[in-house]
Structures are given as structure tokens and as C-alpha cells.
């Protein structure tokens, strides 16, 4: 039987380059949309997928994170002699939902080192990793669409999506091509090769991989036998690219809309379209927005 996925790791010590100046001291995983950091709702949709174990890979500056799920109790005795309730356990929320470990990558040496550091937490299983800056909003949480087709096969599966030509060199790129089996429509694709930021003119596809994998552990000794690869950097993408010597991939072009919230613009159609979705802020947010003209 193929075993369960019960642990997600997830990068995040990453410069955050894209979003300077406000990441200059303060982690881009605590970027907030609306009012809850990137990487909560990170943990939410794996939690939601019924994922629990959470590895968190950090790095010098990061430790608003660790405070973040942890128990303030200062926080906590305050709002409730102020009979805060509704707050109080909203915040009280964030350190009951996960049972979390950090470990910290020195250097930001590459996604590929960052899922690394995790081998040792992560033992011999089966895990998921996430990049909080991808954030999805779907019906069924991402993690559960991969979750599914990893059920089946028991075999890596990474989260696709189509894009433009012009905006493929930003990505790691597959070629691949649909598989059909019952339960699943053309969405399943067995990955043939895989590209870390190809040139536009030299992508397999136009199928860029989305921050959302579910691995299997001998992609721990694939990155290892990794070199480093775009930017210097040791590469996901191409430690996955060497697990295909041995392994399938599959890949699944999800259903959701993915932001890219690691970047300016992207974040601020992610504010928007977050803000316009919540009850308690949606309306008088569109009567804002309304009366700005748009
Ligand atoms: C990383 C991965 C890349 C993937 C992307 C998705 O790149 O290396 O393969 O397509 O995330 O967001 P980054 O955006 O961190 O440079």
C-alpha cells in the first residue's frame, strides 16, 4: 500500500529579493494578505489536505516565524481580560493547529538544498513541500489534487499550470504528456524531462511547475547527487530531473488560481481578490474600490 503523506515541509529562507524593501528585515513568508501571514494560509491548505506535520527550513531573520506559531501568552492574557473572544481564538488557532519543527539552512544555497535540510526530520516517508509565496485559492486544496494522484501511482507528483511564453523562463519548465485512467480527466501528466528557467525559445513546454510537490525520500540522495545548477543555485527541478532516471514523475495542472505573491504585483491582485472574498470586508471594500472608479 502506498504510505500516507503526513509531513509537509516548507522553505522559507529565501532573501525574499523580489519584495525589497519590506523583506529586508522581516521575512517575505510574513507578508500579510489581508490580515494572515503567506505562510499561514501555506499550513492551512495542508492542513486542510490532512497534513499535520509541519517542517519549517528558516534562516538567519526568520524568527518572527517560529514567534508566530508559537503561544503568546501576553497576547492571550490580554485579550481576554478583555473579553476578545473572537480574536483571542483566532490567535489562539495558529499554535493549536500544527505540531511544527524548524531547521535552519545557513546559507540560501537553493530550493534544492532547502528541502535537504529537511531529510532528517523528514525520514523515510513520503512528504509534501510548499512555497508560501504560490499562493492558491480552489475549491479542493492543491496539495489533496496532487495528494490523490500520488495515491495512486506512489510516485512524485509536482503541480502544473500554463503560461504564457513569455513569462515561461521564470519557472521550471516540464515536457510531458497527459495519461488518462479512470477517476482522473487529461489534467494527470507523466513528466518526461524537467527545465529549471529555461530560455523562452528552448522551454519543452508551456507547463511551468507550481510551488506545490508532494516527494517521495529518495529525492534526498537525487538532490545530493545534484550539482549546482541556474543562479549557482543546487535546483529542485533538476534534482527531480535526476530522480527520473529512476522513477516517474507525474504532474497535475490543478484546478485554482495561483498568485504569485512573492511578487509586487501578484501580491497586490491577491490582496484584492482575498479582501473582496471575506464577509466581514468584501462589501465595503467593493464600495471603496467602486468609488475609486474601477
Ligand atoms: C521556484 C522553483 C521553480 C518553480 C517556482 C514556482 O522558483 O525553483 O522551479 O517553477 O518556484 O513558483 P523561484 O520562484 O523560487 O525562483
Redesign the pocket.
Known sequence: MTPKVRKAVFPAA?LGTRFLPATKAMPKEMLPLVDKPLIQYAIEEAIASGIHNIVIVTGRGKSSIEDHFDVSFELEHLLESKHKTETLQAVRQISEMIDVAYVRQKEAL??GHAILRAKDLVGPEPFAAV?S??VIDSQVPCLKQLGDVYEFYGCPVVALMEVPREAIS????VAAEPVKHAGHGSNVFRIHDLV??PKAEEAPSNL????RYILTPEVFSAIEATPPG?GGEI???DGLRHLLRSRPIYGVKFEGKRF?A?DKLGFLKATVEFALKREDLGGPFRDYLQKLGF
Open positions: 529565501g537553493g530550493l512555497l509565496d504560490d521564470a519557472y521550471g519548465v529549471e528557467k511551468a511547475i507550481i510551488g541556474r535546483q529542485l527541478t504569485d512573492g
